[in-house]
């Protein structure tokens, strides 16, 4: 066959213009590709490059740390366990169990530069993860960093985290366009108070401040003394123009409450009444349909029992005041109250959500 015929393309094929038989063909292929198979390598520099620069890397590591701290982090990574590892972000997931893997089949490291040996180590990780064994407290601080952020969103306005921690009982108020309702808990979550007074239908008619301040003022006088006054914040939108009658009410009641709560404001200029998100409540109980919440009857309905049948109930209930909350509560089967069943559940979340720890996940550490 004649090849410059066949290998039109490019190709160092077309520079043979003679006819040659397959067997020729043949030939000459395996002839270059003899040629091409022992051919020296030239991948070998650039592994030993790459053993170069590692080694390199492994001397500076050496060189950052003084003989005390290399020797505090060698001792973290030679004893803790995989778990113990997984506290540190930079060895959480494969990076942990290498470093054991390696641990246990070459033994303790003993020095920093032997780090660059275990897979996925490379030189700016392994100078966070040494950076984190040192200063755990750079942790402490983005997790406290993450819990201001979150509390942010939480309640308003903003209050230090000493005295929210040093809690020892909050008055939780939900109110509507019919009623007040409020509960009572103190740090162990268990309920001292929980009622509901009705209001005249103040938003059915146009109203002066001082018929707000006559209807308000008796219920205010009824509430118990407590550290911190919670308020439900409502998620009710703005856009929606047929709802601006109800949204007007509902901030009346709310600066009404902040007004007469906050007594000692204008001495020591702290806040002592909170607004709480509505919507931050539904979503740690799981109330939420969308951007909806959903009535929250059955769980405080649940509580009610667990407080009769557990040792350690979620909520307690004093055995003398159980029964009276019980026919408080099917009283409203008719006629739901959701303000009643709304200011214990914020109350529970405020305790859970702002005042104790939360359980550390892994982007805390």
């Excluded at 246990?104 to 100078?127: A, H, I, R, W």
């Excluded at 162990?188 to 209001?199: G, I, M, P, R, Y």
């Excluded at 205010?220 to 407590?226: D, G, L, Q, R, Y």
């Amino acid at each position: 066959m004649n090849v410059p015929s066949v290998l039109t393309t490019g190709g160092w094929w077309r520079f043979f213009p003679v006819p040659l038989g397959w067997s020729s063909f043949q030939a000459l292929h395996n002839s270059c590709c003899r040629k091409k198979s022992t051919a020296p390598k030239k991948s070998t520099p650039s592994v030993a490059f790459c053993d170069k620069t590692t080694n390199e890397a492994g001397k500076a590591l050496d060189k950052l740390f003084s003989s005390e701290q290399q020797a505090s982090i060698l001792h973290v990574l030679n004893t803790a366990s995989n778990n113990e590892l997984e506290a540190f972000k930079s060895l959480r997931g494969r990076k942990s169990i290498n470093l054991v893997e390696h641990r246990k089949k070459f033994g303790p490291f003993q020095n920093l530069e032997s780090l660059m040996d275990v897979p996925l180590f490379q030189y700016k990780t392994t100078v966070q993860i040494c950076n984190s064994i040192l200063c755990p407290e750079t942790r402490v601080r983005k997790r406290k960093s993450q819990e201001n952020r979150l509390l942010r969103k939480l309640i308003k306005p903003e209050i230090e985290r000493e005295r929210l921690k040093a809690v020892n009982s909050i008055v939780s108020i939900v109110f509507g366009t019919r009623r007040i309702a409020w509960a009572h808990l103190d740090r162990k979550l268990t309920v001292l108070d929980w009622q509901h007074k009705e209001c005249c239908h103040l938003v059915r008619g146009t109203y002066t401040s001082s018929v707000y301040l006559e209807e308000i003022s008796p219920v205010v006088s009824k509430m118990p003394k407590a550290d911190f006054y919670v308020l439900e914040k409502t998620g009710l939108s703005l856009q929606n123009s047929t709802l601006f009658p109800i949204l007007l009410h509902l901030h009346i009641v709310e600066a009404m409450l902040y007004a007469l709560l906050n007594t000692t404001f204008a001495q020591s200029g702290q806040h002592q009444v909170l607004s709480m998100n509505r919507n931050a409540v539904g979503k740690h109980f799981q109330l939420m349909l969308g951007d909806s919440r959903t009535s929250g009857k059955e769980l405080v309905k649940q509580f009610l029992s667990d407080a009769a049948l557990k040792e350690e109930p979620r909520v307690f209930f004093p055995s003398d005041k159980i029964i009276h909350y019980r026919h408080m509560f099917s009283a409203t089967d008719q006629y739901r109250i959701e303000e009643l069943y709304d200011s214990l559940l914020q109350a529970v979340a405020f305790y859970e959500l702002a005042v104790f720890d939360p359980e550390p996940s892994n982007s805390d550490h």
